[in-house]
């Protein structure tokens, strides 16, 4: 393997200024649980690397009536922080499925989201909370949901210079729920995995969100699905709708984990189940 430059900054402010000065040859490196074994393997050959695992991006905390989430924030500790739990659950719930401890406590929320895996377990739940994503750079910062920042797979709207420093999550209503299906009941990647989130009062559907992954090139919101729940009233038939129509908006691949056509119906049922348990239906 041909020689790497290393850096290992101590701040955001440093790690941005390399990041302009060395952009599109540099590869960033947090946890390492995606970038080591494409490495490894020689998928990858970086002229750069730059370690920011030691910028201090990695807490939790509530300003302006919203959730922060620094980009460097373990999965682990979104499973297990008590405000996560308590104003985000649909969050820790997919922290705690993505996989084994020991990979939860190297892994990172903004590595899961610049890597923008069609199946990344932490952007459905994301999606349903309305989620935006600080993109920074030397120049400065910008704010971006996180409907619009994934393009395709592996890709999104980073610039070379720029580096996901915080999550927002505003404050919200509703009951959110987050389900997956793999190929085994724990440390897999998702052959399809959904969340949603529904204001419901009286049976009636203020509002609704339902997101699913490894369902299209990138996390989808679904949101003429989400346009059927809205302003009625929730019964089982609508939900057998509405999990149909939100399979219609999808479009999955057959890969080595599960053929199209798998993904379309165990999607469905998961879809309806999600609805279900958020409107408290009994299946």
């Known amino acids: 393997m041909k020689d790497v430059m290393y850096f290992a900054p101590t701040g955001v402010d440093e790690a941005l200024n390399l990041l302009a000065e060395h952009g ?13 074994p494409r490495i490894n393997y020689y998928e990858s050959k970086p002229d750069v690397l730059l370690y920011i695992g030691a910028i201090g991006s990695d807490y939790i905390r509530e300003g302006n009536g ?16 008590p405000l996560i739990t308590e104003k985000a659950g649909v969050l820790s719930e997919a922290a705690r499925q993505g996989s084994c401890v020991a990979v939860q406590n190297a892994s990172t929320i903004g590595g899961n989201l610049a890597n923008a895996s069609p199946a990344a377990d932490l952007a ?16 400065g910062n910008r704010i971006v949901a996180i409907k619009d920042f994934f ?32 190929r085994r009941k724990a440390m897999t990647l998702s052959v399809v995995n959904v969340a949603v989130r529904l204001d419901v009062e009286k049976g009636k559907c203020n509002d609704a969100r339902i997101a699913l992954g490894s369902m299209a090139p ?8 989400e ?15 509405c ?15 599960a053929t199209s056509w798998y993904r379309k119906k165990a999607g469905e049922n998961l879809v309806a189940r999600a609805l279900a348990q958020a409107v408290g239906i009994e299946e």
């Not at 349903?128 to 920074?136: F, N």
């Not at 996390?219 to 003429?224: G, N």
């Open 243 to 257: 999990a149909t129509e939100a399979i219609a908006e999808t479009s999955p691949i057959d890969d080595q984990r």
């Open 151 to 182: 393009v395709g797979p592996g890709q999104t709207v980073l610039k070379p210079e720029e580096l996901i420093t915080e999550i927002y999550i505003p404050a919200f209503v509703g009951k959110t729920i987050f389900l997956k299906l793999g």
């Open 227 to 241: 346009g059927l729940l809205k302003g009625n009233a929730i019964d089982k038939s609508l939900i057998s709708q």
């Open 124 to 139: 459905t739940p994301l999606l349903v909370m309305d989620a935006e994503l600080v993109l920074a750079s030397a120049k």
């Open 24 to 36: 599109e040859n540099a590869v960033i490196l947090a946890g390492g649980t995606d970038i080591v």
């Open 66 to 81: 919203r959730l922060i989430i620094g980009a460097g924030t373990t999965w682990r500790r979104l499973a297990v922080d």
């Open 218 to 225: 990138t996390p989808i919101r679904c949101i003429r699905s």
